[in-house]
């Protein structure tokens, strides 16, 4: 972890927060990956970040499924990133229920 790491997740958390808080999610929150990407930015290649969200539905944390959102609504979250979100060019959204998901991220 890093201090610009850690700007960036943030910046990506207020965006998710602010876009997703009138939703009836359990849990919704970004999570930056590792790995460099590939993107396009002014015509020319990019290797930026990625991230990605996820909003929960789940009574107990136990179990829990993806939050069925608009695609409208995840459009919208992935443009205010990349746009407020210095060096990122991917954003995706993670559909997989727990089991066998989790929602934590190590």
Not at 66 to 89: N, Y
């Amino acid at each position: 972890m890093t201090p610009e790491r850690i700007e960036t997740v943030r910046k990506a958390t207020a965006v998710v927060e602010e876009l997703l808080k009138d939703t009836s999610a359990f849990q919704y929150m970004a999570i930056l990956h590792e790995d460099r990407v590939t993107g396009i930015r002014d015509g020319k290649r990019d290797f930026g970040q990625q991230i990605e969200v996820r909003c929960w539905e789940s009574i107990d944390a136990r179990t829990a499924t993806p939050t069925r959102l608009s695609f409208e609504l995840l459009e919208k979250v992935a443009e205010e990133i990349i746009r407020k979100v210095p060096g990122i060019v991917s954003v995706t959204y993670n559909i997989t229920p727990k089991p066998p998901s989790t929602i934590e991220v190590v």
